[in-house]
């Protein structure tokens, strides 16, 4: 997924003075399930970090959807199988509301 940066729920949630956040579980492991490419995020001082580079299997990353964020090629020399269980894994739960 190309680097970009949310804009319609930052701007929706901004009002209420929430971050859009993003919330991800990495759910495979760099060098085993994938050797090249994964997620990214460059903060709002430029800093990139390469997520499955930075964070063991199983980590929960929350970052700012509003910060520019992505994911470079995974593997981009290997033929896609589903049929088997390696690769990049990642589950999302984008929160879009204030739950009070």
Same mark, same amino acid.
């Given at each position: 997924?190309?680097?970009?940066?949310?804009?319609?729920?930052?701007?929706?949630?901004?009002?209420?003075?929430?971050?859009?956040? /993003?919330?991800?579980?990495?759910?495979?492991?760099?060098?085993?399930?994938?050797?090249?490419?994964?997620? %990214? %995020?460059?903060?709002?001082?430029?800093?990139?970090?390469?997520?499955?580079?930075?964070?063991?299997?199983?980590?929960?990353?929350?970052?700012?959807?509003?910060?520019?964020?992505?994911?470079?090629?995974?593997?981009?020399? /290997?033929?896609?199988?589903?049929?088997?269980?390696?690769?990049?894994?990642?589950?999302?739960?984008?929160?879009? /509301?204030?739950?009070?």
């Amino acid at each position: 997924m190309v680097g970009h940066k949310d804009t319609h729920f930052p701007s929706v949630l901004k009002s209420s003075g929430v971050p859009f956040l /993003q919330v991800m579980a990495l759910l495979s492991v760099k060098k085993v399930d994938l050797h090249t490419g994964g997620s %990214f %995020f460059i903060n709002r001082d430029g800093i990139r970090t390469n997520v499955e580079d930075d964070f063991p299997l199983g980590s929960v990353v929350m970052f700012d959807g509003s910060i520019h964020h992505g994911v470079e090629d995974v593997d981009p020399d /290997q033929v896609l199988d589903f049929n088997l269980a390696s690769g990049r894994i990642a589950a999302f739960v984008n929160l879009y /509301q204030v739950l009070r």
